[in-house]
């Protein structure tokens, strides 16, 4: 299947304003899927407890973080989301030469959620988790809710407060590259070239058995993996180059509004329109500085254009959110009756409703909104930066009293 969605992004000092880490992605899906954002506090399990997935169930841990996730409301895991420590983690579609399984297995959005964020505290903590069940459940199964198969191998983007780091997969193979650039970004292929920084043990070997590595040329995972020449994700016009444009455009002064600029941009395709739409944006501000909180805003709506980013902080005591969160329908949901998919239930939540009824509104009378909607934004990141400056001049008061 030729790749068609998703672009995650990150963009570190100095590429920033702030000393402060900038993520960003689009979750691009098919146009009538529903996307909440839901939060589940961090719990404590016993010796032996066992944790449903979307498909399968794994071994649970003894303590599991805090996470705020945008996810398709019929699965279990999320496209891309946070946790308490300020991990953030998106995902990406991605196909090569390795065969795709079609065996129910773990989904990419179920190693966002379980691997990288509920089980880790750092970047490359989620990582290591990340490739661990991989290597011990797989990844498999349709990503879509339908009938139909739809599925893929994974790609990763994971970020923290110091430092990010990229994750590809080939079934059980992987390669990982530290992101040392001022900015990043991946999207429906594999980027990972020759600067490896970490890689399964076996990955190497195993593309010479294949016959797609000839053990003497320098190993470009990119070029070993992928089924078409990587050289095209650079080519003019293709998602991937014209992202990283988008990044390099305000590089040295990127702040939440700019990566919002980015994720509503609609010329360059990363603002998805058609069968497979932007159905879910998410743009987090990571402080260098640990006094300060991390901010994670979500639209929990189609097309970051006409939608409005919303923030999330962790704090003590986060209540379940109502009004982003799609009707729960238990054992008779039909993700979990065999064969599956066989009805489509309304999993509107009630934000999406209002939106819809917001666009018919909106082309019913003819009057442009974005404007206000951009605006809105603005201002929810405008509170955030006066946030942290009251945050910076408490701090520095109190250090100068002693």
């Not at 953030?88 to 989904?107: Q, T």
């Not at 459940?137 to 739809?150: I, K």
């Not at 934000?351 to 206000?372: C, I, P």
Request: proline share 5%.
């Amino acid at each position: 299947m030729e790749p068609c969605s998703c672009d995650t992004f990150v963009a570190l000092p100095p590429s920033t304003v702030g000393a402060r880490i900038i993520f960003g992605k689009n979750s691009d899906r098919p146009s009538d899927e529903v996307q909440e954002i839901v939060y589940f506090p961090g719990r404590s399990y016993g010796a032996g407890e066992e944790l449903e997935c979307t498909y399968i169930k794994i071994e649970q841990v003894g303590k599991t973080h805090a996470v705020v996730l945008s996810r398709p409301s019929w699965l279990w895991g999320a496209e891309m989301g946070a946790n308490e420590f300020g991990v953030c983690i998106g995902n990406e579609a991605v196909w090569g030469k390795e065969e795709i399984d079609d065996e129910e297995a773990l989904l990419g959005m179920d190693l966002v959620r379980l691997l990288g964020l509920e089980r880790a505290d750092t970047a490359e903590g989620a990582l290591d988790v990340i490739v661990g069940l991989l290597e011990k459940y797989r990844q498999g199964g349709n990503c879509m809710e339908s009938p139909m198969a739809f599925t893929y191998h994974n790609s990763f983007l994971i970020a923290d407060r110091k430092e990010a780091w990229i994750l590809e997969t080939a079934g059980q193979y992987w390669a990982a590259e530290k992101v040392d650039e001022g900015i990043k970004n991946i999207s429906n292929n594999l980027s990972i070239t020759t600067k490896i920084d970490r890689e399964h043990p076996r990955m190497k070997e195993y593309a010479k058995t294949k016959g797609w590595w000839d053990g003497k040329k320098e190993f470009n995972f990119a070029a070993v993996y992928s089924y078409f020449n990587p050289s095209r994700s650079s080519s003019s016009g293709d998602r991937f180059c014209e992202g990283y444009k988008l990044l390099r455009k305000h590089k040295g002064n990127i702040t939440a509004e700019s990566m919002m600029e980015i994720l509503s941009d609609k010329p360059s395709g990363i603002n998805m329109e058609g069968g497979f739409m932007t159905t879910g944006s998410m743009v987090s501000i990571l402080p260098q500085d640990p006094s300060q909180p991390c901010c994670h805003f979500f639209t929990g709506t189609p097309d970051p254009s006409r939608s409005v980013f919303k923030p999330f902080i962790f704090v003590p005591q986060v209540q379940q959110f109502v009004s982003t969160a799609s009707p729960v329908l238990g054992s008779d949901d039909p993700v979990k009756l065999n064969p599956r998919f066989q009805t489509s239930p309304d999993r509107r939540h009630e934000l999406y409703k209002k939106h819809e009824s917001a666009l018919r509104s909106m082309e019913t009378s003819q009057v442009d909104l974005s404007q206000f909607i951009v605006e809105a934004s603005v201002h929810h990141t405008e509170q955030f930066n006066f946030f942290i400056k009251l945050t910076d001049n408490f701090e520095t008061s109190f250090k100068e009293k002693g």
